[in-house]
């Protein structure tokens, strides 16, 4: 039985508040003075997290694989990411703050440039501008099919993604993009024999109209499509563990995975560091659980900034005191999975994790970091597993078996 | 999905090398000292390898299992032992050296004793000689039924192996062997209704002739068959990860594994630790994955000969430095089992492991040992792991998901 199900077999009310603090990318690896950003960065207040609580290593998928922000996240929150699936195309209009419905099919797409007989010379354009993108994408939106509604929206460059609403359509359609040069883009063919027949049928309809309007453009005369999916059928944390919880992310990727989550999003309001927390106060009375994401470590960490997400780790051990006087009964301080700067991209090294409750089991631990949480309580473990010790440590499941 | 396939799936190329060095039965137990075969050895290569990279302990197979070589191996190379199953005539086939072909079905046998109305006396035949076992075996061999190549061979004492070669030829045949004394031999029968049909006639037809040759032997007067299969059907390194992979190693067992596995198996010129080297360094520009086999340290535990095991570690740490000057961008050093020899046997001991590369996040163990791998950052893992580690940080696997 996954382990979510356990969990929510055991699932009981308690009074009790979780606070899930994401440094995104917050794992590193030994920067020129021979300690990561996380044992560069000055502390003090991460560090007493970890002195009165319990540390450990995190997985975010599994060990030696390198997620992406969807498995990574998808396994913070409790989801094995081998198991629950987000489609691309779902995931790029999470990406962008598109509020998908659960009626929608989901689909992305690159501009492409077909020759004059129709087939690719380039799957992507020449990586047309955001701006010329946008000018096409407004073009497309002329395109309508009767009973249905079709949003097409600008991702970046060359990317978009298509959106078609209507009650009771169904999708996982193939790629239309043959992923090689020289030959026309496929027809977009059902992947599960007959239910998805209906959307096969206007993605065709609406896929020669889209090359019709296109024709005349230069360099981006085609389009390459990706994903077809539905709303992810994830079971939420309402259903899974009773919990009422909120997101607060600045980031649209988070928070569009976050409501698959069924998660309540927060948006009013946010614009920074300092005003996410201001909307943690302010909501902190109404929800159970909280996912409060901090994005800047990942960034730095991507741009091999070393001194950057030395900055933006210690940014965060500032601001600690005024979140931790929120009195959450368990707090997880962690990643959903290491970018170091030296690497300069997501990796595959476990993440640290430091977590304090009333009844979290401390350990000798006394600092937040790479190499000190190896010896860690919480020991070594893949991410989707911190639900458990999150719900535990809060009272909200009870005994499993008499 | 399996593990494996997990990592199939992200397989990228990278110009880069891993080296896999297995030194057989490493793990111990403490000796009159109280410290392990590795603890007591003077190893200041190896402690440098813990010095700069990251340590752990490794389960061969499961917590608590003790495994053969061949689940042993498996796990090493990164197959679940308990899904990719290699059958014991296959094995046995491997382990001493026969060249075993895809279209073969492999068994392996136990000359017996039999009393004049065919029961069993003896199912070991009395532990006869090698001497003897390979007179019986040439008078075997004298039995061919048309349109089959048939191959018998001594393994040891009272063991030995048949080979049948044909093109379709599908065997899993049940045991002849009854596991009791004073019953007579089982008829050889099919164990999947119908597949193994045509060898199963055939296995009846040739066991008659066995029988008729043998009948005026003595003490071995009969066969035992057991383990009837076809060659391996495990995906290799070049079809899962895109590998090149080379073997290196002395003994047949593991070179069989490997080729199993895919792996080009080197013989010619390997004598001892020293040719092994050479060889090493002659094919080092020709492969990406080098699995380098030392199998002394096993035979001194198997031996309960401590003073012995640990001067083979001593051997190894030695030869260290000439292994290293070939730069390989990632190198394990560990054993498939530990063989302590106060145990005098394998065991279900985890396995010290060290790992170095550029991107191998170190941990504070300064030394190689098995106390000490306990503070590892590589924490506590199943063997079959480990080609995760090894493939992320030699770059061959790309980011799970967007």
């Given at each position: 039985m996954e382990n979510i199900q356990c969990l929510s077999d055991l699932k009981i009310k308690a009074e009790t508040k979780i606070l899930l603090f994401v440094m995104d990318g917050l794992g590193g690896l030994p920067g020129p003075h021979g300690l990561t950003e996380l044992e560069t960065a000055h502390t003090p207040n991460l560090d007493d997290l970890a002195a009165q609580g319990a540390s450990g290593l995190m997985d975010p998928v599994r060990r030696g694989i390198t997620p992406g922000s969807g498995p990574g996240h998808l396994g913070l929150f409790g989801y094995n990411p081998y198991t629950f699936f987000i489609g691309r195309g779902a995931l790029e209009a999470a990406g962008i703050g598109f509020d998908l419905q659960k009626i929608d099919v989901a689909m992305r797409f690159n501009f492409c440039t077909l020759d004059a007989d129709g087939t690719i010379t380039d799957r992507r354009a020449g990586r047309i501008s955001s701006e010329l993108n946008e000018k096409l994408v407004e073009k497309m939106r002329a395109v309508s099919i009767p009973g249905i509604e079709i949003f097409v929206e600008t991702v970046k460059e060359h990317r978009g993604i298509a959106v078609f609403r209507k009650e009771g359509l169904k999708g996982n359609l193939k790629d239309t993009?043959?992923?090689?040069?020289?030959v026309p883009p496929l027809q977009p063919e059902t992947?599960?024999?007959?239910?998805s027949q209906e959307i096969a049928g206007i993605a065709e309809r609406w896929l020669s109209h889209i090359y019709e309007i296109l024709r005349?453009?230069?360099?981006?005369n085609g389009i390459l499509t990706r994903g077809?999916?539905?709303?992810?059928?994830i079971p939420t944390y309402q259903d899974l563990f009773g919990l009422d919880p909120a997101c607060i992310a600045l980031y649209p990727m988070y928070r569009g995975l976050s409501k698959f989550a069924g998660m309540k999003v927060y948006i009013e309001g946010i614009k920074d560091f300092a005003t996410k927390i201001e909307v943690l106060k302010d909501v902190?009375?109404?929800?159970?659980y909280f996912f409060f994401h901090y994005k800047h470590t990942d960034s730095a960490g991507e741009d091999s900034d070393f001194k950057r997400k030395v900055a933006c780790i210690e940014e965060v051990d500032k601001a600690l005191p005024d979140i931790l006087a929120l009195k959450p009964d368990v707090i997880a301080v962690t990643g959903d999975h290491s970018t170091p700067a030296v690497y300069g991209a997501h990796s595959w090294h476990p993440v640290p994790i430091v977590m304090t409750g009333k009844y979290v089991r401390p350990d000798s631990v006394k600092t937040f970091g790479e190499t000190a949480a190896?010896?860690?309580?919480?020991?070594?473990?893949?991410?989707?597993?911190?639900i458990n010790e999150l719900l535990a440590s809060s009272g909200k499941i009870t005994k499993f078996g008499a």
């Open positions: 993009d043959p992923q090689k040069l020289g992947s599960d024999k007959g239910v005349n453009e230069s360099p981006a077809w999916c539905n709303y992810p059928e902190w009375n109404d929800h159970d190896v010896s860690g309580g919480l020991g070594r473990f893949e991410a989707r597993f911190l």
